[in-house]
């Protein structure tokens, strides 16, 4: 580890760093002593991709109160750094938490978060629990949060939610903590939290129809339905119990026969956890669990080991197995010398046979490979008002409506929430690639569209090149919201926007009035009330293809990157593409 002092425009937030996600961060117990003393304690930090500058593993906060201090003061000192060894991003992780948790707590969720992650990057939660000083069950407490709908991990989050409510929703199936969302979102009925919900989740429950394997017509125990009929239930709990169970073994014996290696009937009312299992493949010796809930629903997992059988396999080491090794046929370097010639033939072949290349070039992105890391981009949003504007847009509503046709045209789980990373087939990338060789040129022109957009990068120079290219306005997908009006607070620049939407006689009969007022008169014209006349089609100048600013001052991003690219967009014609011999 290297100390050094490093200028603030050479660091950046590490994405590693546990709240390189969320808000701007609450700085206001630190500010003060930063401006007195300056930031004392060293930030973590490590090389980053560019020559020269630097991420941010822990110490977000002292930077942010460190960029209000040389925003006020117009100076910006260098900070202290404590650098460490760059590219083990699980090692990086555990330095932002330990750091972390020791100044200020996280919420469980965004320990759930970074908790996870580390176990992606191979550590158990011994490890975790070791390196943290936790108890294990207080890792394993926290990971099991991965069991919620993402709502339900939102309202704890905020708070709206207690503790014992999240710790009974760990245990409820997906279609339950549906059911539960319901309740909360009705105003008229009585939603259990606490105590209470554990018995409405588990204890004296009826068994609906629905989580029923077998078929209905066979059973000859006594079915009820409510007084309007529409919900229907199994009035003797035993004669159901014992038409599922002998169901339920009859599903889990159909798994052996297709070629699955082990099916695994928890217990009733057991839970399946996620963070306990990675993916693998029947091929591979994956397993399926059967997993029975309390109220009878049947819910089944395909293709999971459990991380400790995980990692022997990456070290080699044959489960369950006193098997003596094989000397293969043919040995390393002989294994070398075929790899790269029928490789070098391969693509030799591959470079005539552009419609394959367009199809393989898909399955990279979509699934990746150990040369190929693409990543999706997050949208990370400086405030909740932000994310909610772009989350409810027209635009957005257009993507997701492509998004879900290519989810269903690849056959991928509907509730993906990316087609990017969304393929787990038990044959991989040869799998895919496969899947979209049998798809005309134009379903997979609609895929690579949309793997594209979600890959596509915020903020960069290159939409600035696509906007005036795709023919994109503003106009007819967009309208002003509060999330914008309300972050919109320069003087100057709010009585441009006044001006822009009231007009030039009622900006200068404004223009001394306060922000609030410019702000509602503007909602006003925006949206035709106050007897104003309803303007329609505005979009801020920053935001417009192409895009301007309204004063001279400058320090508009989108202004910036569109006057690097000006000249690409000004070439008479695009270059000729380069064709094979």
């Keep these: 580890m290297e100390l050094r002092h490093i200028a603030l425009a050479d660091l950046s937030v590490s994405a590693a760093n546990m709240r390189a996600r969320g808000s701007k961060p609450d700085i206001a117990n630190i500010l003060p002593s930063v401006r007195a003393r300056g930031v004392l304690v060293p930030l973590i930090v490590r090389h980053a991709q560019e020559e020269g500058e630097f991420e941010i593993v822990a110490g977000k906060r002292r930077y942010h109160a460190a960029l209000v201090v040389a925003e006020e003061s117009g100076e910006g000192e260098a900070l202290p750094c404590a650098v460490i060894a760059a590219g083990d991003d699980a090692a990086a992780l555990e330095a932002s938490l330990i750091e972390n948790i020791a100044r200020l707590d996280p919420d469980e969720v965004t320990r759930w978060e970074s908790f996870t992650r580390l176990v992606r990057e191979g550590r158990s939660p011994e490890d975790i629990a070791l390196t943290f000083g936790l108890t294990e069950l207080q890792v394993k407490r926290t990971l099991a ?16 939610i207690d503790v014992a409510t999240v710790r009974h929703l760990t245990l409820a199936p997906r279609a339950r903590q549906r059911d539960w969302l319901a309740l909360l979102d009705d105003p008229d009925a009585y939603c259990p939290t606490g105590h209470q919900l554990k018995a409405w989740l588990f204890g004296g429950a009826s068994i609906p129809l629905g989580a029923a394997l077998f078929d209905i017509a066979d059973y000859a125990g006594e079915i009820v339905s409510d007084l309007f009929g529409d919900e229907r ?27 699955w290696r082990e099916v695994v009937v928890l217990p009733t009312g057991e839970a399946f956890h996620g963070w306990e299992h990675e993916r693998c493949p029947k091929r591979k010796g994956g397993k399926v669990f059967l997993v029975v809930g309390a109220r009878g629903d049947v819910t089944v997992h395909e293709g999971y080991v459990s991380c400790k059988e995980a990692r022997k396999r990456e070290k080699g080491e044959a489960s369950g197995t006193g098997e003596k090794p094989v000397r293969p046929e043919v040995n390393a370097p002989i294994q070398n010398y075929i790899d790269l010639h029928r490789h070098a033939a391969v693509r030799a072949d591959l470079v005539g046979q552009p419609s394959v290349a367009l199809r393989l070039m898909v399955a990279h992105a979509l699934v990746g490979s150990s040369l190929w890391s693409v990543r999706i981009e997050e949208q990370r949003a400086h405030g909740d008002a932000i994310a909610e504007s772009v989350a409810g847009c027209a635009s957005e509503a257009v993507f997701d409506e492509k998004r879900r046709a290519v989810l269903a045209l690849l056959g991928f789980d509907p509730e993906t929430p990316t087609v990017r990373g969304g393929y787990d087939g038990e044959h991989g990338l040869a799998g895919l690639f496969v899947r979209l060789l049998q798809l005309p040129d134009p379903a997979v022109f609609d895929v690579a569209a949309v793997v594209m957009g979600e890959t596509l990068e915020s903020g960069s120079a290159l939409i600035e090149v696509l906007g005036p290219l795709l023919g994109t306005d503003m106009a007819k997908v967009w309208r002003a919201d509060d999330a914008l009006l309300d972050l919109i607070r320069d003087r100057a620049v709010l009585g441009h926007v006044l001006a822009e939407v009231a007009g030039e006689a009622v900006a200068n009969a404004n223009e001394d009035a306060t922000g609030k007022v410019k702000r509602t008169i503007v909602r006003d014209c925006l949206n035709g009330t106050n007897g104003r006349a309803k303007v329609e089609g505005w979009v801020p100048r920053w935001m417009a293809y192409p895009p301007s600013t309204y004063t001279q001052r400058g320090g508009v991003g989108s202004v910036a990157r569109a006057a690097t690219v000006a000249g690409l967009a000004a070439a008479p014609e695009p270059l000729p593409l380069r064709r094979a011999a």
Excluded: H, M, V
Aim: proline share 2%; no cysteine; aromatic share 14%.
């Design 233 to 259: 239930f199994f009035a003797d709990a035993a004669s159901f119990w014992t038409a599922q169970t002998a169901a339920i073994e009859a599903r889990a014996e159909n798994y052996r026969e297709a070629g």
């Design 145 to 160: 949060l991965g069991n919620l709908l993402p709502r339900i991990r939102g309202l704890y989050r905020k708070g709206d």
